[in-house]
């Protein structure tokens, strides 16, 4: 079985993105994407709205599409993914390079939120698709993902996954939670 490429956060104009959710998968899917989460920011509102929803419903991809948001756990001003597959979903902490954070307030980070209830499954060693090696690390206890966090170009296709499962979101994210996941980047 071939791997599957993917990325599990990008945006589109529902928030603050450049291209139309439309738009966005014609991205991917002219990269070779064989799946992409869109994860627009709930702090927009415009995910919300009925065209937002209906705008999904629309698309005809023929890559595999996750719905997905980019919420804000106010307490620590920290931006969590969340990827929903048919009955699974994938809980990322999301760019921690962003933050400047170092490993242990990462981990900290990473308990509070889990505290709170948000079951964080994976966190980004990315920040808009380059590689931060600090969050790389045994020492953060969540399984390794990079992503391009895709606004604009040149975000798009800067970093993804690569992925040994089915052709299905919820085995792709259990393989994703079981560590079954290869980091891949454009400049190397």
């Given at each position: 079985m071939p791997l599957l490429r993917g990325?599990?956060?990008a945006h589109t104009t529902f928030s603050d993105g450049v291209r139309s959710p439309a738009a966005l998968v014609t991205?991917?899917?002219s990269r070779g994407y064989d799946f992409l989460a869109i994860t627009d920011h709930e702090?927009?509102?415009n995910w919300m709205e009925p065209g937002y929803q209906q705008a999904l419903a629309r698309l005809?991809?023929?890559?595999?599409l996750f719905r997905g948001i980019e919420l804000n756990f106010d307490p620590l001003s920290q931006h969590v993914g969340k990827v929903v597959g048919d009955t699974e979903e994938l809980w990322v902490l999301n760019h921690p390079a962003r933050y400047k954070l170092t490993v242990a307030e990462t981990v900290e980070r990473i308990a509070i939120i889990r505290e709170a209830g948000w079951?964080?499954?994976a966190v980004e060693v990315t920040d808009t698709g380059r590689y931060r090696p600090l969050y790389d690390t045994e020492g953060i206890p969540l399984v390794k993902i990079a992503t391009d966090d895709a606004h604009r170009p040149p975000h798009f296709g800067r970093a993804w996954i690569?992925?040994?499962a089915p052709r299905d979101r919820d085995a792709i994210i259990r393989a994703i939670r079981a560590g079954d996941v290869r980091l891949q980047f454009a400049d190397g």
């Amino acid at each position: 079985m071939p791997l599957l490429r993917g990325n599990l956060h990008a945006h589109t104009t529902f928030s603050d993105g450049v291209r139309s959710p439309a738009a966005l998968v014609t991205e991917y899917e002219s990269r070779g994407y064989d799946f992409l989460a869109i994860t627009d920011h709930e702090d927009h509102g415009n995910w919300m709205e009925p065209g937002y929803q209906q705008a999904l419903a629309r698309l005809r991809p023929d890559l595999l599409l996750f719905r997905g948001i980019e919420l804000n756990f106010d307490p620590l001003s920290q931006h969590v993914g969340k990827v929903v597959g048919d009955t699974e979903e994938l809980w990322v902490l999301n760019h921690p390079a962003r933050y400047k954070l170092t490993v242990a307030e990462t981990v900290e980070r990473i308990a509070i939120i889990r505290e709170a209830g948000w079951p964080l499954d994976a966190v980004e060693v990315t920040d808009t698709g380059r590689y931060r090696p600090l969050y790389d690390t045994e020492g953060i206890p969540l399984v390794k993902i990079a992503t391009d966090d895709a606004h604009r170009p040149p975000h798009f296709g800067r970093a993804w996954i690569e992925v040994d499962a089915p052709r299905d979101r919820d085995a792709i994210i259990r393989a994703i939670r079981a560590g079954d996941v290869r980091l891949q980047f454009a400049d190397g």
